[in-house]
């Protein structure tokens, strides 16, 4: 049976207090709405619909390969699922509804919720256990144990409410049964439109409806910074367990950030405060030291890093190189041994293999108006606080003297030194 997908992802977020919509928020380098639309896919489901609020470029990218659906004036679920089902008009199948807020959903609920299509059922409901007080809608079921009513917990006194179950939110209605829509009414306290209406609709008809009970941890909502924090720490905790468990050694785990798209190798060793950003690959033996940053960019193995380093975007470090404290490197390619390890700074460069940089070395990349490059060859040694200004190619095994200002290409096998001369004079 065909299926297709609608995320409601139109809310204000307002309670977020941010100019970022609350599906675009990021929890460890991925946005909400990208979680979603990845579990989504998992489950195989090809076809999504996806509700945008009015105004918003920000959702372009995400977007893109799926059709969109703007819902103008936030109304409730009910008048998003029905916008998004007038592009509904010829299909057959399910129509699997989830929120774009709600970033640990599984593709094997929606496996599930989708599997439970049988027998003639007409909706699929979901639901968890949680007995303390919460803002949940609330599951009523009959004396046969089928569910009859979601009921909102902001339009029901507590005496009203005699459920162990809270609404998942996730639900899927059979393609048959869209026209329903029509039927819910606008509640008269929030004057929206709750998808969730559909429940007493359906049973009042006595039309199949069936629950799956899912894990309350996969529908966690992101309503505030807060939540986004703690949805933070949850993900956060999943990569460093699943680093760890493909023989990663994290020595202090809550103090290391990694992102959705970390790539390690085996027998990686990283210590305590460490963070990682988008697209890292860190391969086998390196080891990474306290207080280092790195963003797209290679470790080539058996390299040591830190402490006190940061890796910058399109960078590679080569095999068994040494990367030390307060080094920077961006945009750079380092071949294999090679040393960098003080107070120095290498931007557009190419560094030949077993080539050492001295201490407070600097690539002076930028002209003021363009970024320029810098070449160094393989057996060179690079004097401390040496500055080089780009563009410029040094040769290999070129030794260059400690305190010099270099602007001129330097040839191979060559000593340059490029400084002023030490003058003495006597005191009157």
Same mark, same amino acid.
């Given at each position: 049976?065909?299926?297709?997908?609608?995320?409601? &992802?139109?809310?204000?977020?307002?309670?977020?207090?941010?100019?970022?919509?609350?599906?675009?928020?990021?929890?460890?380098?991925?946005?909400?709405?990208?979680?979603?639309?990845?579990?989504?896919?998992?489950?195989?489901?090809?076809?999504?619909?996806?509700?945008?609020?009015?105004?918003?470029?920000?959702?372009?990218?995400?977007?893109?390969?799926?059709?969109?659906?703007?819902? =103008?004036?936030?109304?409730?679920? @009910?008048?998003?699922?029905?916008?998004?089902?007038?592009?509904?008009?010829?299909?057959?199948?399910?129509?699997?509804?989830?929120?774009?807020?709600?970033?640990?959903?599984? &593709?094997?609920?929606?496996?599930?919720?989708?599997?439970?299509?049988?027998?003639?059922?007409?909706?699929?409901?979901?639901?968890?256990?949680?007995?303390?007080?919460?803002?949940?809608?609330? +599951?009523?079921?009959?004396?046969?144990?089928?569910?009859?009513?979601?009921?909102?917990?902001?339009?029901?006194?507590?005496?009203?409410?005699?459920?162990?179950?809270?609404?998942?939110?996730?639900?899927?209605?059979?393609?048959?049964?869209?026209?329903?829509?029509?039927?819910?009414?606008?509640?008269?306290?929030?004057?929206? $439109?709750?998808?969730?209406?559909?429940?007493?609709?359906?049973?009042?008809?006595?039309?199949?409806?069936?629950?799956?009970?899912? *894990?309350?941890?996969?529908?966690? @909502?992101?309503?505030?910074?807060?939540?986004?924090?703690?949805?933070?720490?949850?993900?956060?905790?999943?990569?460093?367990?699943?680093?760890?468990?493909?023989?990663?050694?994290?020595?202090?785990?809550?103090?290391?950030?990694?992102?959705?798209?970390?790539? $390690?190798?085996?027998?990686?060793? +990283?210590?305590?405060?460490?963070? $990682?950003?988008?697209?890292?690959?860190?391969?086998?033996?390196?080891?990474?030291?306290?207080?280092?940053?790195?963003?797209?960019?290679?470790?080539?193995?058996?390299?040591?890093?830190?402490?006190?380093?940061?890796?910058?975007?399109?960078?590679?470090?080569?095999?068994?190189?040494?990367?030390?404290?307060?080094?920077?490197?961006?945009?750079?390619?380092?071949?294999?041994?090679?040393?960098?390890?003080?107070?120095?700074?290498?931007?557009?460069?190419?560094?030949?293999?077993?080539?050492?940089?001295?201490?407070?070395?600097?690539?002076?990349?930028?002209?003021?108006?363009? =970024?320029?490059?810098?070449?160094?060859? *393989?057996?060179?040694?690079?004097?401390?606080?040496?500055?080089?200004?780009?563009?410029?190619?040094?040769?290999?095994?070129?030794?260059?003297?400690? @305190?010099?200002?270099?602007?001129?290409?330097?040839?191979?096998?060559?000593?340059?030194?490029?400084?002023?001369?030490?003058?003495?004079?006597?005191?009157?």
């Amino acid at each position: 049976m065909e299926v297709c997908s609608i995320i409601l &992802s139109a809310g204000k977020g307002s309670r977020m207090f941010s100019d970022i919509p609350k599906p675009l928020h990021l929890i460890s380098g991925k946005t909400i709405l990208e979680r979603v639309i990845d579990a989504n896919r998992s489950a195989n489901i090809k076809k999504c619909i996806i509700v945008i609020p009015e105004k918003c470029e920000a959702f372009e990218d995400i977007c893109n390969d799926f059709e969109t659906v703007v819902q =103008k004036t936030p109304k409730g679920t @009910g008048d998003a699922v029905k916008k998004a089902s007038n592009l509904l008009k010829n299909f057959t199948g399910i129509i699997l509804v989830c929120f774009g807020d709600t970033p640990f959903l599984t &593709s094997e609920t929606f496996k599930r919720v989708i599997k439970a299509f049988e027998n003639e059922t007409k909706l699929v409901i979901t639901g968890f256990k949680k007995f303390e007080k919460n803002n949940y809608g609330k +599951i009523i079921f009959s004396t046969k144990n089928e569910p009859i009513e979601i009921i909102e917990q902001k339009d029901a006194e507590v005496s009203d409410i005699n459920s162990d179950f809270c609404n998942g939110g996730v639900m899927a209605i059979h393609s048959s049964e869209i026209d329903q829509l029509d039927k819910i009414q606008e509640n008269l306290i929030t004057k929206e $439109f709750y998808l969730t209406d559909l429940v007493k609709i359906l049973n009042k008809q006595k039309k199949k409806i069936s629950f799956i009970e899912i *894990k309350k941890e996969e529908i966690i @909502g992101i309503n505030n910074q807060v939540d986004l924090s703690i949805a933070e720490k949850i993900s956060q905790n999943l990569l460093r367990r699943n680093a760890m468990l493909k023989g990663v050694k994290l020595i202090d785990p809550e103090t290391i950030f990694i992102n959705h798209d970390t790539k $390690f190798g085996k027998d990686v060793v +990283i210590h305590p405060n460490v963070v $990682f950003g988008h697209n890292v690959i860190i391969e086998a033996s390196v080891e990474i030291k306290s207080f280092s940053h790195l963003e797209k960019c290679k470790v080539e193995s058996g390299s040591i890093i830190g402490p006190f380093a940061r890796i910058r975007e399109n960078s590679v470090i080569g095999k068994n190189s040494k990367i030390g404290n307060f080094v920077e490197i961006k945009k750079s390619k380092l071949l294999e041994e090679v040393k960098v390890n003080h107070l120095s700074y290498i931007g557009d460069s190419e560094i030949g293999s077993s080539t050492n940089i001295g201490a407070g070395t600097i690539t002076c990349n930028y002209d003021g108006k363009n =970024k320029q490059k810098t070449k160094i060859g *393989k057996n060179s040694f690079v004097g401390s606080n040496s500055t080089i200004i780009a563009p410029i190619n040094i040769g290999e095994n070129v030794t260059m003297g400690a @305190g010099s200002t270099f602007n001129k290409d330097i040839p191979d096998n060559t000593l340059s030194i490029g400084r002023a001369y030490q003058i003495n004079k006597k005191k009157k």
